[in-house]
Structure formats: C-alpha cells, structure tokens
C-alpha cells in the first residue's frame, strides 16, 4: 500500500511544479485514487 502512495506522491509533486492552478493540480490525485479505487 505504501508503494502505491508514494508513487501517487510522486505524480502529485511532478504536476505540483508544472501546474499552480489549485484546481487543475488535484485532477491528478483524484485520477489515481479513482483508479485504485476501481481495482
């Protein structure tokens, strides 16, 4: 489980420095926690 967060950390942190509109850089997080919530 600590795997997936860190991995979801890293996505959050890659799209944290490109995008800083507070709505947009979220959209990656959720993503991911829908997909992992799907499996």
């Known amino acids: 489980m600590s795997g997936k967060i860190t991995h979801t950390f890293f996505i959050h942190k ?16 959720l993503l991911t926690v829908i997909k992992t919530a799907r499996r």
Not at 14 to 29: E, Q, R, S, W
């Open 14 to 29: 890659t799209f944290d420095k490109k995008i800083d509109n507070p709505n947009i850089k979220y959209l990656p997080f």
